[in-house]
């Protein structure tokens, strides 16, 4: 049965986190390291995890790491355009 959206919001099991981390080859953040937004989406996206403490987790995927890479090389090009101009 798929989760209503009020399911989906709420967070995940981390009895689960190594299922999804073997289903997405992404990578598994601490909650402290994402901004409200990314927490937001993946509550929707359900890749968000808790821990029985209280500790949350973002699992961020496969493709969200391929942006985050492309953007930094982006910023280094861009950075290193505006030293040689300079």
Known sequence: ??????????????????????????????????????????RVESRFFVRDDGMGFVLRTRDWLARADAALFDLRIDKANEKDEG
């Not at 099991?13 to 992404?26: H, N, P, T």
């Open 1 to 42: 049965m798929k989760p209503t959206t009020k399911e989906r919001r709420i967070a995940r099991a981390f009895s689960e986190v190594i299922d999804a981390l073997l289903a997405e080859r992404g990578a598994l953040v601490s909650s402290g390291d994402c901004s409200e937004m990314e927490i937001a989406f993946a």
